[in-house]
Nanobody, 131 residues
Framework: QVQLVESGGGSVQAGGSLRLSCLAS????????LAWFRQAPGKEREGVAA?????????????KGRFTISQDNAKDTLYTGNTLYLQMNSVKPEDAGTYYC????????????????????WGQGTQVTVS
């Protein structure tokens, strides 16, 4: 059974840093596109960072230069690790929300930012609050 489990959420002061993790069990990330989404109360879910199976990344404009998506055991053209990370630096109040990791079909990182309706698997979410 495939499961994605996020961790690392919590409370952070504005300007601080936080690292989220997404552990996959039951499979590896080989051949999938991966992304982090977030949803703030009263707002739609949005993609914030994505990585494709070539290791290419893309970010929402609102987080570019502050967030970094990465995956363990990443290789030049094919990754086989099973933990996805989101390093959040210079956190802003508007970054607050529930963060979800998702795995979907092979596509570009840019496409994966909007893959929520195509994703195969979702984690249960981890809450980030910014004070």
């Amino acid at each position: 059974q495939v499961q994605l489990v996020e961790s690392g959420g919590g409370s952070v002061q504005a300007g601080g840093s936080l690292r989220l993790s997404c552990l996959a069990s039951g499979y590896t990330f080989t051949g999938y596109s991966l992304a982090w989404f977030r949803q703030a109360p009263g707002k739609e879910r949005e993609g914030v960072a994505a990585i494709d199976d070539g290791g290419n990344t893309d970010y929402a404009d609102s987080v570019k230069g502050r967030f970094t998506i990465s995956q363990d055991n990443a290789k030049d053209t094919l990754y086989t690790g099973n933990t996805l990370y989101l390093q959040m630096n210079s956190v802003k109040p508007e970054d607050a929300g529930t963060y979800y990791c998702a795995a979907g079909p092979r596509m570009t990182a840019n496409q994966a930012l909007a893959m929520d309706y195509l994703a195969f698997y979702w984690g249960q979410g981890t809450q980030v609050t910014v004070s």
